[in-house]
């Protein structure tokens, strides 16, 4: 057994050139997607780690629609016997004194009253110092910026001072800017004993929420019914926390999507390659297996002689493949976290893809291998001895385009999957498309390149599959890029228009406390003001989808009386529903949580609101820039009686003109300061939008390199095969009249003809790709037809240049061998 | 075959007796022709009478001992470099190639030269005259001169071997 | 028409040098049919590369109609090569992808000469070497014989000055071969083309004027076939 092994591993490495370049293959493949898998697993269990941290392992909060509210009203809550490890919280907006920092903006910090600050529900990362002391506690960055250590003094106006006993690591519930400018947007937080802060604001005894844990034996839902009932009617309602942060990280599915696909398509190039190398192997040694078949040798045998190849291939590929998989897996993760505020820190798993890409570094190269092997067991043994060519029956040549239109026209379909069928349809029906293009195209290789030129059109006809598939796989990468080059610049643009469309206005400012009439009075009075108008939501409202998952997003308050500027949400088309909106007991959904719901308009949905688990029916769907459409609206005349939230504690503002919008800011800080959470503008809203955007941007056009790259290697590849496939011809062209000059300007014209037709093929599947995602309901409204032309130039130029560099090896290789060799070899 | 060569061969190794000479001609040929002793006698008489051998005199036994003149000399060395016309050019180039062998080396390799440069002259004419007769559309002629351009063919592929046999004398 | 004077080649194989042709004098007058005969190893393919311009010696000198082609290099001889030497292969050597017309045009193609004026060309020669019909084939569909007359054609198509053959019958069977070599002396006599011809088989070479034979990197003799005995010869054949 042990010297099949060495057969094997001799056959394989008989020519080396051809063996790297395999191993190479195989090695990127698995590479990539090992790296993919793993940036998709550690992103997924980091946000949901993240997420942990942020409810810290509690099972309930109760929380009320007032700012605060005294904690003996919750008691008998507190008091269950089924409740462990409650923690109580009281927050407070206030201001941070500063050496040589002023102005509200900067120095507004949110303080946390903790009712024990080395609380298991806190799940804190102590840096330095010592949690079991009462003190101020702040996350790094806060004593980064402001310049604090362990021991020092803070002093926070017109509240007290105190000192710093303990840093800690980033955690959500204590999130601050990590640079000034951030600062200019958002607050600090920090966090001190429940009982200092209540001293300095007067509040004894209130809080703002309290969390706990129940007994784990507990039925959770039993218990959820219960308090629900127990604080029914009071300001006060109790939520189950739900482990979800689709409100604040959208687009992860497109994201994970895209990792996938990119996957996909590295293995599919690789797996051609291989198929390539093999397939050329093989039919090397036609003459060897039909010795081997006269001698006894079955189907079978040679079979797993191929197979055995194969694997040895394989488990090398897989050797060097995985490790550099995960090291870049861990770099593209790396930057890939870098486009999220704040960069989060993460653990890498790797464990779990890399056993996956190990199985599919075997699998696939045997996939790949299936054909080639076929055929090599199949060989018939006296044609083979005396070298005669077998040519393909005439049922698999129509066999090809047969499939490649049927899988066209899968597009109809109109789910993702069709978009699978497309590109394996079209390189099936590739062939003919190279063979017209090729037409199209070679006066003008004439024109350029002379007889050389017209030769090389001619030479293409003699390994059309191959070449054909070659082009297509650059045809496929570029349609990729130019895809994901449109969906990136037009995603941004459509988010702009959304977010400009349903933002509400110039301003939106949350405050901790409910917006009294007179102050909102006040506000419209402000000089640059044009209008205001509050409105509400209820935070963290839990729900169910159809499956049962258990989900959370807020619930926002609308006014159909509300002026232009004030809407947060629109609609796709004219909804004569929209009446039915206003009806007590109907629910609008944004379009992300339609989706994710996965029910139907009429059906009814439950959700656990500050009133109590109720039902509604969903009436309508709307598109709306808040939460990425992971929201859900309710007139806000049904507000109170149905959700029990009385008061508004965000106010739209509209300016009169965007030059006032500094100026409405420093009135807001002068007179509301104090009570502040945010302002944030509609402009910020479209930057931080932006910024994302351009990150993924960027990673995107690498990644895309790297597809292309990858389609190079199989040019070289591809044309590498057909020029030592041919030394004995190109002796021959060498004796009979080309220069080595001309040789080389042969092959290039061949390369550059697999490019054009790769490009042109690809720039068209790109668009029409484009096209018909743009007219079709997966998208969203995101995504509309653009014409990405600096993707475009890239595809083009790139392309061009990758197959003129690809070319430049196989044409040195022919000009290169002494002619007299080359017309003798056989 | 020509016992007159044949002798003079003998006698340019070393001057001999009659008797001597028999036994070195069955020697030679190994057994192959058959001559009797008369046949010698007579020989050596005619090769006297042409003054290509000379009897200076006789051994302590008594016998007749003949030896090569100068002109006999001359004899055998351009009797060796004649090459043989076509049709007995096996046995007849054989004999002489026997005898080549004792008078040395080069004159072996004389032999072969000679003989395939007049082969492949005749190649040469026959295929020439080969053309010709095709022209004139001369059918039984033109057997006859494949088959001999057959024969040459053969022949020196026979050269050929005999010249890979060749080996030349040790180097001083 | 032809001086090679005083050429060495050598080969390096592995660390060794090998000499494959030593000081060797050669000279081919115009409209000479000259055969190259000898062992595998003598050399003789060697010349034919050298004098086709395929290779350059290592000393000596060159000279095919007064261009000494070792001083030219590999572009020049090249061109020198599509312009005035025709070669015939063993293997016939026929582009597989392009029709018997493209392949006898492919060296005028080659030279810059336009598609029609080489097509004509190339059907003239297919005529004249029987092949007139055959113009739209591809290679694979003929036999050996077919597929060489194809090769003579291409090789004279750009009425070259020398014809270069290497072993040109010798994939070929008796009847086959001999057409090819009629053809060839047909082309000798009637337009003066001079020839040049490397050959292990005496038939072949016995259509040449002269024959010479190579051994061990040097000429060891020559036979011409003296034409002024040939009457004579046929009379003593006859006989």
């Known amino acids: 057994m042990r010297d099949l092994w060495l057969i094997s591993w001799r056959n394989v490495t008989r020519n080396r050139k051809r063996f790297l370049l395999t191993l190479i293959a195989i090695a990127l493949g698995v590479s990539l997607t090992c790296g993919m898998l793993i940036v998709k697993e550690t992103t997924e269990r980091t946000f949901e780690f993240h997420e942990r941290l942020y409810t810290g392992g509690a099972d309930f909060w109760v929380l009320s629609h007032e700012h605060t509210f005294p904690a003996d009203d919750i008691a008998m809550i507190m008091e269950d016997n089924q409740v462990q490890n409650s923690l109580s919280v009281l927050d407070k907006q206030g201001f941070v004194e500063l050496e040589g920092v002023t102005g509200p903006a900067l120095t507004s910090v949110r303080l946390s009253g903790v009712s024990r600050l080395d609380h298991e529900l806190l799940v804190l990362e102590l840096l330095e110092g010592d949690l079991s002391r009462d003190g101020l506690v702040l996350p790094e960055d806060a004593a980064r910026l402001w310049n604090k250590r362990v021991g020092d003094t803070v002093v926070f106006r017109d509240m007290g001072s105190i000192e710093v006993t303990a840093i800690v690591g980033y955690t959500p519930i204590l999130r601050s800017p990590s640079d000034w400018e951030e600062a200019e947007r958002r607050h600090f937080r920090v966090m001190l004993p429940l009982a200092t802060l209540q001293d300095w604001t007067n509040r004894e005894e209130q809080i703002s929420y309290l969390r706990f844990q129940v007994n784990p034996q507990a039925d959770k839902n039993e218990l959820l019914a219960r308090y629900e009932q127990q604080l029914a009617g009071s300001a006060q309602y109790v939520q189950p926390v739900v482990i979800d942060d689709r409100q604040n990280n959208s687009g992860m599915d497109g994201l994970y999507f895209t990792l996938y696909t990119v996957a996909i398509v590295a293995l599919f190039i690789s797996g051609f390659i291989v198929f390539n190398m093999i397939f050329a192997s093989v039919m090397e040694r036609r003459k060897e297996f039909s010795i081997m078949k006269s001698l006894g040798y079955t189907n079978i045998h040679i079979y797993r002689l191929v197979l055995m190849e194969v694997l040895l291939l394989s488990l090398l590929g897989i050797l060097i493949g995985i490790p550099l998989g995960v090291w870049f897996g861990d770099l593209f993760q790396y930057m890939l976290l870098g486009i999220f505020e704040p960069r989060l820190d993460y653990i890498l798993h790797w464990q779990a893809p890399s056993l996956i890409s190990m199985a599919i570094g075997v699998l696939f190269p045997v996939a790949a291998s299936c054909i080639p092997m076929y055929i090599a067991g199949n060989t018939p043994i006296l044609q083979a001895m005396r070298n005669i060519a077998g040519s393909p029956t005439k049922k698999t040549k129509h066999l090809r385009w047969i499939i490649g239109l049927l899988l066209l026209g899968g597009l109809l379909i109109g789910h993702s999957i069709s978009l699978l069928f497309l590109f394996v349809g079209t390189v099936l029906l590739y062939p003919y498309l190279f063979t017209m293009i090729k037409k199209l195209l070679a006066p003008l290789y004439r024109q350029t390149l002379g007889y050389p030129g017209e030769v090389a059109v001619q030479n293409m006809e003699r390994n059309l599959n191959r070449n054909a598939n070659t082009s297509a796989m650059l045809a496929c990468g570029i349609a990729l890029v130019l895809f994901l080059g449109a969906s990136v610049q037009s995603l941004p643009e459509g988010y702009e228009q959304e977010i400009s469309a349903t933002f509400g206005g110039d301003l939106r400012v949350h405050s901790e406390s409910p917006w009294e009439p007179e102050a909102i009075e006040r506000i419209a009075q402000f000089s640059g003001v044009a209008a205001v108008h509050p409105y509400r939501v209820a935070p963290e409202v839990a729900w169910q989808t159809k499956d049962g998952d258990m989900r959370r997003f807020p619930l926002i308050s609308f006014d159909p009386e509300a002026g232009e500027p004030f809407q947060l949400f629109s609609v796709r088309t004219e909804d004569s529903s929209a009446a039915a909106w206003s009806q007590p007991g109907s629910i609008l959904l944004g379009e992300w949580a339609y989706l994710e719901w996965g029910g139907r308009i009429g059906d009814s949905i439950h959700l656990h609101t500050p009133k109590g688990l109720t039902a509604f029916e969903v009436a309508g769907i709307v598109q709306t820039s808040h939460h990425d459409g992971y929201v859900a609206f309710m007139d806000v005349s049904l507000f109170t009686e149905q959700v029990n939230w009385p008061h508004a504690y965000h106010l739209l503002i509209d300016s009169e003109s965007n030059d006032q919008l500094p100026g409405i800011r420093d009135q807001l800080w002068q007179h509301y300061g104090d009570r502040l959470s945010s302002i944030t503008s509609m402009q910020e809203a479209v930057a931080s939008a932006q910024r994302g955007f351009d990150g993924i941007n960027e990673l995107m056009q690498g990644l895309l390199i790297l597809v292309i790259c990858l389609s190079s290697i199989g040019i070289g590849n591809t044309l590498l095969m057909n020029t030592i496939e041919r030394i004995s011809e190109i002796g021959t062209i060498r004796a009979t009249g080309f220069t080595k000059g001309q040789v080389k300007l042969m092959i290039l014209g061949e390369g550059s003809m697999i490019g054009m037709v790769g490009i042109a093929v690809g720039s068209l599947l790109g668009l029409g790709l484009i096209y018909y995602i743009s007219i079709s309901e997966m998208a969203g409204s995101y995504m509309f037809f653009t014409i990405p032309w600096a993707n475009l130039g890239l595809a083009v130029c790139a392309g061009i240049a990758l197959s003129l560099f690809a070319s430049w090896l196989p044409a040195s290789v022919a000009v290169k061998v002494n002619v007299h060799e080359a017309l003798k070899y056989e | ?172 | 028409m032809i001086k090679a004077v005083q050429v060495n080649k050598s080969f390096r194989v592995g660390e060794q040098e090998m000499m494959v042709l030593k000081g060797l004098d050669f000279s081919v007058n115009k409209g000479e049919f000259v055969a190259i005969m000898g062992p595998s190893g003598s050399g003789k393919s060697t010349l034919l590369q050298l004098l086709g311009g395929l290779d350059v010696p290592t000393a000596g000198e060159i000279q095919i109609d007064s261009t000494a082609i070792n001083r030219l290099n590999e572009k020049e001889r090249t061109i020198f090569r599509r312009r005035n030497i025709g070669f015939v292969f063993q293997n016939y050597q026929l582009l597989p992808t392009m029709t018997v017309e493209e392949n006898v045009a492919f060296p005028l193609r080659a030279n810059g000469e336009m598609l029609h004026t080489s097509r004509e060309k190339a059907n003239q020669y297919l005529e004249a070497v029987g092949l007139a019909k055959m113009g739209q084939r591809f290679p694979n569909v003929l036999s050996g014989g077919q597929q060489q007359r194809v090769a003579v054609a291409r090789a004279l198509v750009n009425e070259p000055k020398l014809l270069l053959a290497d072993e040109p019958t010798g994939n070929l069977d008796r009847k086959m071969a001999e057409e090819i070599l009629e053809l060839l002396s047909h082309f000798h006599e009637h337009n003066r083309q001079t020839i040049v011809m490397v050959t292990h088989d005496i038939f072949a070479a016995g259509y040449a004027d002269r024959i010479v034979l190579f051994k061990d990197g040097v000429i060891e003799t020559e036979v011409n076939r003296e034409d002024e005995d040939y009457a004579r010869f046929v009379a003593h054949f006859m006989a």
Not at chain 2, 89 to 108: S, T
């Open chain 2, 1 to 172: 075959m020509s016992v007159k060569h044949a002798i003079l061969s003998l006698l340019y190794e070393k001057p001999r007796h009659g008797y001597e000479l028999k036994t070195g001609f069955d020697h030679l040929v190994q057994k192959k022709w058959a001559i009797n002793p008369g046949q010698i006698y007579t020989t050596l008489d005619r090769l006297v009478r042409d003054e290509w051998v000379e009897s200076p005199g006789q051994d302590d036994k008594d016998r007749k001992i003949y030896s090569l003149t100068a002109k006999g000399r001359e004899e055998l060395v351009q009797w060796l470099a004649k090459p043989v016309d076509r049709l007995l050019i096996r046995d007849e180039m054989y004999f002489k190639w026997l005898c080549a062998a004792k008078v040395g080396y080069d004159h072996k390799k004389q032999i072969i030269t000679q003989q395939r440069e007049l082969v492949i002259k005749e190649i040469l004419y026959l295929t020439r005259f080969k053309k010709e007769l095709k022209q004139d559309n001369q059918e039984e002629m033109l057997d006859l001169v494949e088959g001999a351009l057959l024969h040459l063919e053969a022949d020196l592929k026979w050269l050929d071997l005999m010249s890979s046999k060749l080996k030349p004398p040790a180097s001083l």
